[in-house]
């Protein structure tokens, strides 16, 4: 059991004061409550409402509740009177002939255009769209279409062991593969197999084909294929991503690894596994007669290369082979059907399993059974009666003689309704075909709110919640045919959108000797006259009684945690300073001081600073040569690049270079510095090496992201030492010869200037993120990145190494 | 108010259909007529505009109730359905024709006849078109009753005519009801729809009386006319009709021909498919080639044995004769991609195996030269076949492998 998010409801979305119950009398149709919702936005992501601005203007706000003081009061609005106007304005609501406020008109008038991170005319667009589409999601969403649950059932002749394929998780982004024993009560076998997707699955729909069962999952934007054989684990196949939602799956019974994806852009694809995906037609507009949905839907025919597509206004069928010249129409809302006014396709689907030619089409009113050798004439139509419409169905097929069992599941009634009909017996060939027919009378089943009476009797407000969860939109259905010896049940499952799955039985009772001889043939139709076994009527039910008992424990344990994710995740940046690196320096140090005045008096003179240095570092032994005479060492390459101007180009270009090359440069220049300084320790090199990991250790744990070359600048930041601390006669630095390259003197000897000495050190240190000696063959980026925490552990107790700050 | 009033008497209106909608769907009789027994009331201020109204869902649900509540007997029923055909005019013709079809049912043939009778009588103002309609629909069923009761004279006049004696009276009678019968049915097949039934009992009494051509004509019409929806059945009758009066080869191929083109899937291609290869023509001979794979690309016939053998034959023919092989090669061309996972899989060859093993040796042959001898279904089968020391399927292995060439010219 996973904690849930319900969907809004209606009172969410919709006006719903006085005055909008006046307006609304004479018309129909619903008021959305935009102006509550915006306000919402701006209570619950303020940064993203007025970010900058807010941040720019907050001294300009005063919020207590004190006077203000002279000097403030000319740059400077109290907030508590303008939220007092607010208030009553709130509470005049209503009226109809009220005055805003001057005050607040003032304001709104000054600041609406400017305050604003997104222009308001934009944001409002935005919100008012996004409310019409959840108001008509929860008209009516067919994004559902089809069910997100999947039955696999038991191989022949194998262990009754059958697997349900279902969306689980707060998010419903989480697959399962659950293995489900066949016995009295179905039992789950095992912890079922999971796979965290993307997005929230929307459909689950499942074929078997040579054996293999092919499952295919919907999420809006993407479309995934996992294969499972027998008892082995699923293995996902293939995934493909579509810019506009899908809005159908449908695995195919004829080939292995074939599915058809519909998107809202009227787009038709046969997918194969094989060759990818094929465009079998893309017509934004309806089939025949304008409807504004974009839903489409398409199925598989008895031809395995001809397809089914269906949208609101009808079905046709187009040869894969050929799609723009042969196709033909299969269904259409009309006079030929014998339609309704305003009726729609929901949902078609193909009845292979029964007659390989047949069709099931169900709309908001009706179902109509269709044979494709005979189109647009059903050869069964049938009113359902349903509250809300069908949006998922499940074929059982009967055997020969035997009546086919069709279920229909509506999403948000949580409907259930099963018919069954008999196909024609005998062969075209005599002649004497028997009409289609329905066996028996439809019976509708009982729903997952229904159980809701039969369970123990709760505290109030766990009734409460255990209601909401219980009243959950339906989800999927999946169901199976059980048969063992003379007992014959049929199990249906469903699933809600919570994420739970509910099993009922319906058991076939031997045909009672009828009361009247010549009515029978509802009452004989095989399985027509089933009994469900409600919970606790039975000692099954008891058992079932205890099982709900254990699922409700979870759930008021699940309820009684806080929501994990209350708060939106903010970003921390503690670990990028630290809050004495924030702290601004109390005041210029005496050196600072000193040089300032220097620098001063210099520009005053018109003269030059020359002595600068002194201050700075005793001067290292300078190495004999720094560099070998031949082609520009990258560092003068850069720094001619820069004087340039187009320094950014090199850098570029520098990135780009090979790990390899990157390596390679290095080795040569620490080979250089080892011949350079001859006279130098081994282990101080190695300390130094050390020093400069344990920043990259820190700045690695902020996510390799920082070292996208677009950021240097971060880890100049990061360098900024704390106020105050001199950098003259460093412990650390002079303990490190090795700083000889980025010293201010061996930069200055080559003649760069001061003001491009640090962005220097700081390249450098970034060079110098690899190790000494590289052992990772080349080309391993991620070795680079990954430090081992020995390693940061042993820097964490050497002293940091502060770098010079450059001037001030 | 009376606004007010109205409001919540839609309210509660509704409330009551969907509680008697409830017990419907749960087949609880009893409930569901005490329900509708209150819900007459709403007859009484019928302000609804709605697609259907309460008076026709009274009927219809009542209908329901009473065909299945446990305690009705037929005499209620009956009393029932003639409150319903004066409780709305509109209606009338269609819950007489609902009347006669339970009373059909429950084997009062007589009773369904005089129903029929009155309601064709029925007059009321001016008439509509759809009355116009359903009028007819009263006369052809029954007409069809007619033809029931013709056919039963018929049989009993053939019995006595074994017997050697004959009945003026029951001849004169069996005549009267051809007359009846034969003008209901000749208006209603008229009117574009599918009219199966009423077509077949027509072009029966026909032929009875040997007026071939009237038939003949009736079934073209129906078969042919492009106001009727594309039927296959209308060219099966046609076929059949012309079997029957053992026409030329070359009418009944046109005929099937036309069914392929409408229906490659149906039952009849194998009959066409063998009356294609025993033709001269190399043109009707190629068609049957083309006919029997389109037959077989269907999953219906995916375990037909008889179309495999039809298949396997041809082309075991071509292969032999070594001509027209370019038949095959276009043929497979459009189905290489998806034959071999959709017929030729290891799996299947496994299952066929098992279940059919003279399916299994057709179908290893076909796939033998479609795609060569390394196939997985021949080379599943033919093993199988040679381990079981099946002579067939030996030969069936030889054979493949001695035109194994044929296999590179055909996906060449």
């Not at chain 2, 209150?38 to 219809?60: A, F, N, Q």
Request: proline residues 7%.
């Amino acid at each position: 059991i996973g904690c849930w998010i319900p969907s809004p409801a209606p009172q969410d979305i919709l006006y719903r004061r006085g005055l909008c119950r006046k307006l609304r009398a004479g018309k129909s149709g619903a008021t959305l409550d935009f102006a509550r919702q915006l306000g919402h936005f701006f209570v619950d992501h303020p940064e993203d409402a007025f970010g900058s601005l807010g941040r720019l203007l907050h001294k300009n706000f005063h919020l207590g509740n004190s006077k203000l003081q002279r000097p403030a009061r000319s740059s400077t609005i109290r907030m508590t009177a303008l939220v007092e106007d607010i208030d009553r304005l709130e509470a005049r609501r209503g009226c109809p002939r009220q005055h805003l406020a001057s005050r607040l008109r003032w304001f709104s008038h000054l600041c609406r255009d400017w305050l604003f991170e997104v222009p308001l005319g934009l944001l409002a667009d935005c919100l008012h769209e996004e409310l019409m589409q959840q108001w008509s999601n929860l008209l009516f969403d067919d994004s559902l279409t089809g069910g997100a649950l999947a039955w696999l059932p038991p191989e022949d002749g194998g262990t009754p062991v059958g697997c349900l394929v279902h969306p689980g998780g707060q998010a419903m982004n989480h697959l399962y593969f659950q293995d489900v024993v066949l016995e009295e009560l179905p039992r789950t076998r095992g912890s079922p197999a999971q796979f965290e997707l993307s997005g929230r699955v929307q459909q689950v729909a499942a074929a078997r084909v040579d054996g293999q069962d092919f499952v295919g999952v919907r999420s809006d934007y993407h479309c995934g294929v996992w294969r499972v054989l027998g008892k082995r684990a699923p293995t996902p196949l293939q995934v493909i991503r579509t810019d506009v939602p899908a809005s159908c799956l449908t695995v195919s019974p004829h080939v292995p690894g074939e599915l058809s994806v519909c998107t809202q852009s009227g787009t038709v694809y046969l997918w194969s596994v094989e060759t990818g995906l094929q465009q079998l037609r893309h017509d934004p507009q309806t089939m025949f007669f304008r409807d504004h949905s974009p839903w489409r839907w398409s199925d598989f025919t008895a031809h395995p290369r001809v397809l089914s597509c269906a949208d609101r206004t009808g079905l046709q069928c187009l040869d894969a082979r050929a799609p723009r010249r042969c196709h033909f129409d299969l269904f259409k809302v009309g006079k030929e059907a014998g339609c309704q006014q305003g009726e729609r396709v929901v949902l078609p689907m193909y009845l292979g399993r029964a007659h390989p030619s047949q069709y099931l089409v169900t709309t908001q009113f009706s179902v109509y059974v269709l044979d494709e050798r005979l189109p647009l004439v059903p050869v069964l139509k049938w009113a359902h009666m349903m509250k809300a419409p069908p949006l998922f169905a499940h074929l059982m097929p009967g055997k020969p003689g035997r009546s086919h069992k069709v279920l229909l599941g509506a999403s948000r009634t949580q409907e259930l309704l099963l018919l069954q009909y008999r196909g024609k017996t005998s062969s075209f060939r005599g002649g004497s075909q028997s009409a289609c027919q329905l066996a028996g009378t439809p019976q509708k089943l009982h729903s997952i709110a229904g159980c809701l009476q039969h369970l123990p009797t709760q505290l109030p407000h766990h009734h409460h919640l255990l209601q909401q969860r219980l009243t959950a939109p339906a989800a999927g259905l999946a169901a199976t045919l059980q048969e063992d010896g003379p007992r014959k049940s049929m199990l249906i499952f469903q699933l809600s959108e919570a994420g739970d799955v509910f099993c009922q039985r319906l058991t076939h009772k031997a045909a009672q000797p009828p009361a009247l001889p010549s009515r029978d043939e509802a009452t004989t139709a095989p399985g027509s006259s089933p009994l469900f076994e409600a919970p606790a009527s039975s000692p099954q039910g008891l058992a079932t009684a205890l099982r709900y008992r254990r699922w409700l424990r979870a759930l008021s344990r699940v309820c009684k945690q806080p929501p994990r994710h209350t708060w939106p995740p903010s970003l921390s940046q503690r670990r990028l300073f630290t809050r004495r690196d924030l702290e601004g320096p109390p005041g210029p140090s005496n050196l600072q001081r000193q040089m300032r005045q220097q620098l001063r008096q210099t520009m005053e003179e018109g003269g030059r600073i020359q002595h600068w240095e002194t201050l700075a570092l005793q001067p290292p032994p300078l190495p004999q040569t720094l560099e070998p005479a031949g082609g520009p060492d990258p560092l003068s390459a850069r720094l001619t690049a820069a004087w340039a101007g187009d320094w950014e180009q090199w850098w570029e270009e520098r990135t780009s270079f090979s790990v390899a090359q990157r390596q390679r440069a290095l080795r040569e220049r620490r080979r250089r510095q080892k011949r350079a300084q001859g006279r130098r320790s081994l282990s101080a090199s190695f300390t130094s090496s050390l020093t400069y990991q344990s920043e990259l250790s820190e700045l690695s744990d902020t996510g390799p992201s920082l070292f996208s070359p677009g950021r240097p600048p971060i880890l100049s930041q990061e360098g900024s030492p704390p106020a105050g601390s001199p950098p003259v006669g460093s412990p650390a630095t002079s303990a490190v010869p090795d700083e000889a390259l980025l010293s201010s003197q061996s930069l200055r000897c080559r003649g760069i200037p001061k003001e491009r000495r640090k962005t220097l050190r700081d390249y450098l240190s970034v060079w110098a993120e690899c190790p000494p000696e590289p052992p990772e063959p080349p080309g391993s980026q991620a070795s680079q990145l990954c430090i081992p925490s020995s390693q940061s552990q042993l820097s964490a107790s050497q002293p940091r190494r502060k770098r010079p700050r450059m001037g001030f | 108010s009376s606004n007010e009033h109205k409001l919540n008497f839609k309210k509660s209106k509704e409330a009551c259909l969907s509680y008697i909608q409830d017990a419907l769907l749960q087949k609880q009789w009893k409930r569901a007529a005490e329900f509708l027994t209150c819900y007459v009331e709403s007859l009484e201020k019928d302000y609804s505009r709605e697609h259907i109204g309460p008076s026709e869902m009274i009927w219809r649900i009542g209908t329901e109730i009473l065909w299945h509540h446990s305690q009705s007997s037929m005499k209620e029923f009956n009393c029932f359905m003639e409150q319903m055909k004066t409780l709305g005019v509109k209606r009338y013709l269609k819950v007489c024709l609902e009347h006669v079809f339970h009373l059909l049912c429950d084997g009062q043939i007589d009773e369904a006849y005089q129903n029929l009778s009155l309601a064709e009588s029925w007059r009321f103002g001016e008439q509509t078109a759809i009355q116009d309609k359903e009028m007819k629909l009263v006369q052809a069923y029954r007409g069809l009753l007619d033809y029931y009761s013709w056919s039963k004279q018929k049989n009993i006049l053939l019995e006595q005519g074994e017997d050697g004696f004959s009945d003026l009276a029951v001849e004169q009678e069996m005549h009267g009801y051809f007359r009846k019968a034969a003008v209901n049915l000749k208006e209603i097949i008229k009117i574009p729809g599918v009219w199966d039934i009423f077509v077949k009992c027509y072009v029966d009494l026909l032929e009875f009386y040997g007026d071939h051509n009237e038939a003949r004509q009736v079934l073209n019409e129906y078969a042919y006319n492009s106001k009727f929806p594309a039927n296959p059945n209308a060219h099966v009758y046609l076929y059949q009709f012309l079997k029957r009066q053992r026409e030329p080869k070359k009418s009944l191929i046109s005929a099937l021909k036309i069914l392929h083109d409408i229906v490659p899937s149906h039952e009849l291609m194998i009959d066409f498919n063998t009356m294609l290869q025993k033709s001269k023509k190399r043109k009707k001979r190629r068609l049957g080639l083309e006919v029997i794979f389109a037959a077989l690309d269907y999953a219906g016939w995916k375990e037909n044995a008889k179309a495999w053998s039809c298949l396997a034959r041809q082309v075991k023919q071509i292969v032999i004769s070594e001509k027209h092989l370019d038949w095959i090669k276009q043929e497979w061309n459009s189905r290489k991609d998806w034959w071999p996972a959709f017929h030729f899989s290891r799996y299947l060859a496994k299952r066929n195996w098992q279940e059919d093993k003279s399916l299994s040796y057709e179908k290893a042959l076909v796939a033998g030269i479609l795609l060569g001898k390394g196939c997985k279904y021949f080379k599943y089968v033919s093993h199988q076949g040679c381990k079981a020391q099946l002579k067939r399927f030996r030969m069936l292995k030889k054979f493949v492998n001695r035109h194994n060439l044929v296999y590179l010219k055909i996906s060449g």
